[in-house]
């Protein structure tokens, strides 16, 4: 009986410093937390933004990483034909602000509508609506050179900090519901390592939703389980997040809310299993604009129920005790349209001192670490 007992405490003993560890890796990943954001000129030039004038003033702001994205369609409108000047022109400017580029390389980018493939591909690959565009041999052929084009040229740029590869890949996406396949996308990656002389980190991202209804839509249409096709092949597991989603069906506006335990539980779930695959995480989209339903982007002065500041802080704060390396905002060029169009600089303000208080805590930290 006594030596039961003992087994017991033993066990509790070990729980509770397994527990110990697990909090003081998860506070020390808060407190190096790296904050970015995801620019992207297509976006800018939606809103009727002179984009290098946004650009500038995101750069100001004193975001630790920029996630660019190579779109295809605008670097090689003609075939063999490629026009690099805008992306080259933005990377040298994040170079001169030392901030640290995450570029986004394959068929896929930030932004709608996903696919940036050029027309000249579209005309001569066989698609069809909610396909894996992977199977098409032509379009796998022209995709693998793009992408060995892109790597090639930034190979030693050294503001370049790590290659994402494709934009959400394994998710379907777009107006057509396309997604890519496992193996060509362990092709490009594999494509991309051989390739890169710095070995810098790769990132796969995924989409994630925390409401219900939403989560289980999402997994019943996916070809695929993202989260374990995606770790194998990358060194950093990216995931977006948007707490709160809009849809439109026909003429009724549907509103996808998440409540603070269902957005937990979603989140710990795949981070846990990207740690114990030994892979850090990123947040490579925290929702920081609206989803309104049937808008691609809120232009409506009153203030959409889909996203505030507010709701920008409340999810930052709850990421932050679990253990993930990096969190970019989505959303830097709707923050300028509402400060150009309706003087509201609420959402910049939010994003700047947001950026103020972690790196005063991470000099705390760091002063704590050097004593």
């Excluded at 995801?38 to 750069?59: F, G, M, N, P």
């Excluded at 063999?80 to 640290?100: C, H, P, R």
């Excluded at 989603?245 to 549907?254: D, E």
């Amino acid at each position: 009986m006594i030596h039961v007992i003992k087994k017991n405490r033993m066990k509790k003993v070990i729980v509770f410093l397994i527990a110990c560890i697990f909090i003081a890796t998860s506070i020390s990943y808060a407190e190096h937390l790296k904050i970015g954001t995801t620019y992207s000129q297509k976006q800018s030039e939606y809103l009727s933004q002179d984009w290098k004038k946004v650009y500038a003033s995101i750069l100001e702001i004193g975001f630790d990483v920029l996630r660019l994205g190579a779109y295809w369609d605008e670097i090689e409108k003609k075939e063999g034909i490629y026009d690099f000047d805008n992306l080259d022109w933005q990377i040298e400017q994040a170079k001169k602000k030392s901030i640290s580029v995450l570029l986004t390389v394959g068929m896929k980018a930030p932004r709608w509508p996903e696919y940036h493939i050029p027309a000249w591909v579209l005309r001569n690959a066989k698609l069809s609506a909610g396909q894996d565009v992977s199977r098409d041999n032509y379009l796998k052929e022209k995709t693998l050179k793009f992408v060995k084009t892109v790597v090639e040229r930034y190979d030693n740029e050294s503001i370049i900090k790590w290659w994402q590869v494709e934009n959400e890949p394994l998710d379907r996406s777009g107006p057509k519901h396309w997604w890519i396949g496992r193996n060509f996308l362990k092709e490009e990656v594999e494509l991309v390592r051989s390739i890169d002389t710095k070995k810098r980190p790769i990132v796969i991202n995924l989409a994630t939703y925390p409401n219900k209804v939403l989560h289980v839509i999402a997994r019943l249409s996916s070809p695929t389980y993202p989260v374990t096709n995606a770790l194998p092949l990358c060194d950093i597991l990216g995931i977006n997040i948007y707490p709160t989603v809009g849809h439109k069906l026909w003429n009724l506006k549907l509103y996808f809310w998440s409540k603070p335990g269902e957005r937990m539980k979603c989140y710990s779930s795949v981070i846990n299993k990207a740690h114990r695959a030994g892979k850090k995480v990123w947040v490579t989209e925290l929702q920081a604009e609206p989803w309104e339903p049937g808008e691609l982007v809120h232009k409506a002065e009153e203030n959409p129920k889909t996203a505030s500041t507010d709701m920008i802080l409340t999810a930052f704060n709850e990421l932050q005790s679990l253990g993930i390396d990096a969190v970019l905002l989505w959303g830097v060029e709707y923050w300028c349209y509402r400060q150009e169009r309706y003087e509201d600089s609420s959402w910049w303000r939010k994003a700047i001192n947001l950026i103020k208080s972690k790196r005063t805590q991470n000099n705390k930290a760091l002063s704590s670490d050097e004593r």
